[in-house]
């Protein structure tokens, strides 16, 4: 029995060539390790599913919602972003299925998310060259744009600086106001310290290389200060 047999099996698609799905699973790490074993990394498939999931995303959000296409864009980057494909990974449980390098199975949190993500995309490429674009936009439809009504109610689609200005209008009916705290380091590699403001409050403080880096994680900090429950 070939261990993809339950994947397909979870995901409702039974491929013809198999080896493309094993393709996907396959991270260039595995065969720098494993180099006499004549497999494909998953590279390429990726960057075929990426575009395949790009396409079928934008196509869904501009037939569906006559929102601005500032909105629409942000609503797409919340669905495909690296975060977002990784839950999705973690849902279809798709780590037991990875050929990883010891080392990269050793990875931080964010390296494997990234991997997953990939992964993800990887998986979209190698169904629509098995199956065909209707396919994939079917699996995409299940387990990538139905995230999409909690995105929007959630409102993580939104940047955190986006997001504190229209919970603090809500809330306060005031708009955050940022400052300069901290200045450090030479010109070519300044650290810029800033602080958000309602009122005179300071909500969050956050510090980055550009003032407006700075800004998001003050805003990040703020929002996290909001959701704290009132002692």
């Known amino acids: 029995m070939n261990p993809l047999d339950e994947f397909q099996d979870r995901i409702g698609i039974k491929f013809n060539d198999v080896s493309l799905l ?20 998953n590279e390429r498939i990726e960057f075929l599913g990426d575009a395949v999931l790009e396409l079928v995303v934008t196509d869904h959000l501009y037939r569906n919602y006559p929102n601005p296409e500032g909105d629409l864009t942000n609503w797409r980057s919340a669905l495909v972003k690296t975060e977002s494909l990784a839950a999705v990974a973690e849902k279809l449980q798709i780590a037991e299925y990875f050929k990883l390098s010891r080392g990269e199975a050793k990875g931080n949190a964010r390296s494997h998310a990234l991997i997953s993500a990939n992964a993800v995309e990887a998986i979209i490429g190698a169904t629509y060259l098995d199956q065909g674009y209707d396919t994939a936009k079917r699996f995409i439809a299940d387990h990538i744009i139905s995230r999409l009504e909690h995105i929007l109610e959630s409102g993580a689609w939104m940047d955190p600086k986006s997001k504190f200005q229209e919970l603090a209008q809500e809330r306060f009916g005031l708009t955050p106001a940022y400052r300069v705290m901290e200045e450090a380091g030479p010109d070519h590699d300044k650290v810029f310290t800033i602080g958000v403001y309602v009122g005179d409050t300071l909500y969050g403080q956050g510090s980055g290389s550009s003032k407006q880096a700075g800004q998001q994680e003050a805003a990040a900090a703020a929002l996290a200060k909001l959701a704290q429950p009132k002692a």
């Open 22 to 41: 094993e393709r996907a699973f396959t991270h260039r790490s595995y065969l720098n390790e494993h180099p006499k074993l004549g497999l494909e990394h």
